[in-house]
């Protein structure tokens, strides 16, 4: 056969595409699998006494007990199908009693405010000694400390930071809020590297999430995306990017009737967040929603929430904020809805994927099986589904599973 291109050529472009391909390789490294939470429960750090994940689901039980004992008012407050109601309901009541947490953040920046010095090293340090003393913690567990917008705010963050990881000593979750600029980032990764060192962690022990609350965050001073740029201030450090609602409707402009998750501007904040991630392994988190579950709105309030994290989930944020335990209630069940809903047709694709079937209608190829894998594996790490459900919707096993997650193919 004749070509007109000798193997030299052919090899010196190659050449070049392949730096191209190990540094891609090296940044888009996809998800590092392992379970994801479906939320993050604040509470501030004056307010954490006890064993605080057991209180929020004893509070939350209490409010299903009071305001849908039964399925059947379930049923009628989120509008859902009898049959539905009854199995989410159930499984409810079964994750709130089994781990009605599975995410805390020990807050120390708006959800506890300005203290004196003396108070806050020392909520701190007494935080720390509980979280040390649980006996059963939720899965994650960590601290917002505050912002490095100003050399006062930094100093209180870095002081209280320190303070925690160094009573605590390992490793918790780090939450860095109202980011601005890149070189916050960086020196957020010299200060735990400075910890890591001190305290014997091991290199990259010490991770952290950036709160995507400022517009600045999603577009610098030179109008370039933000985000890409964190992540790589962050080298390999940021494990997660959180939105906040209100700072950044706020930081838009946006009055306060008009500050909510489900806003316009809010999902282009998200998309960019969503794009710049992709990839990556940097996992995603919607915000929190304002509107409390408490005194006579416990109804309305469980709808908003309700419909507002099923909008999150579709839109791919599998992940969000709650302020107060009665949204535990409405988070669960619209992760249990969601995937309940759609568990048995990503099955039946999922299983023709893995058998090369091609009569089914759908023609998957292996990004799709992927996200159809990921799926079935949150409905499963959520409590949704059970693995014996899962290997009989689709035949796989939840190590198949998990793996046919990471890479897409059987």
Not at 324 to 329: G, I, R, S
């Amino acid at each position: 056969m004749r070509t007109s291109l000798d193997g030299s050529m052919v090899a010196r472009v190659a050449r070049r595409l392949s730096e191209v391909d190990a540094e891609r390789a090296a940044r888009y490294a996809g998800d590092a699998g392992g379970r994801q939470p479906v939320h993050t429960c604040y509470v501030p750090a004056d307010k954490v006494t006890g064993d605080v994940a057991a209180e929020w689901g004893a509070a939350a039980l209490s409010a299903l007990e009071e305001h849908a004992p039964r399925a059947g008012a379930f049923a009628e407050i989120l509008g859902l199908p009898g049959e539905l109601a009854e199995a989410v309901h159930a499984k409810v009541v079964a994750k709130l009693s089994r781990e009605p947490v599975e995410d805390l953040r020990i807050d120390f920046e708006d959800g506890y405010g300005p203290r004196l010095n003396e108070v806050e090293d020392a909520d701190a340090v007494r935080c720390a000694d509980l979280v040390a003393g649980w006996p059963d913690p939720p899965p994650w567990v960590g601290i917002r400390f505050k912002s490095f917008d100003t050399r006062s705010l930094f100093d209180r963050g870095a002081r209280t930071l320190d303070l925690f990881v160094t009573e605590l000593g390992r490793a918790p979750v780090l939450t860095f809020p109202k980011v601005t600029d890149v070189a916050q980032v960086s020196a957020l990764v010299e200060l735990v590297e400075l910890l890591e060192d001190r305290l014997d962690l091991g290199t990259g022990a010490l991770r952290f999430e950036i709160q995507i609350e400022t517009t600045q965050s999603i577009v610098d001073s030179e109008g370039r995306l933000a985000i890409p740029r964190f992540i790589a201030a962050g080298a390999g450090r940021v494990s997660g990017l959180h939105f906040g609602t209100y700072d950044y409707t706020a930081a838009c402009g946006l009055s306060a009737a008009e500050q909510h998750l489900a806003h316009a501007a809010c999902d282009f904040a998200r998309h960019v967040m969503q794009v710049s991630a992709a990839g990556t392994g940097v996992r995603l988190s919607d915000g929190s929603s304002n509107v409390l579950p408490v005194g006579d709105g416990v109804h309305e309030a469980w709808r908003t929430h309700f419909a507002l994290v099923l909008r999150s989930i579709a839109h791919g944020f599998h992940q969000g904020w709650d302020m107060h335990p009665a949204q535990l209630v409405t988070r669960y069940a619209a992760n249990f809805v969601y995937h309940l809903r759609h568990a048995e047709a990503n099955a039946r694709r999922l299983r023709a994927y893995v058998d090369s079937q091609t009569d089914t209608g759908v023609l998957d190829e292996p990004a799709t099986a992927q996200a159809l894998a990921m799926s079935m594996r949150r409905a499963l790490d959520c409590g949704a589904l059970e693995a014996d459900d899962v290997r009989r919707m689709c035949g796989l096993s939840e190590v198949e599973l998990a793996a046919l997650a990471r890479r897409g193919s059987p």
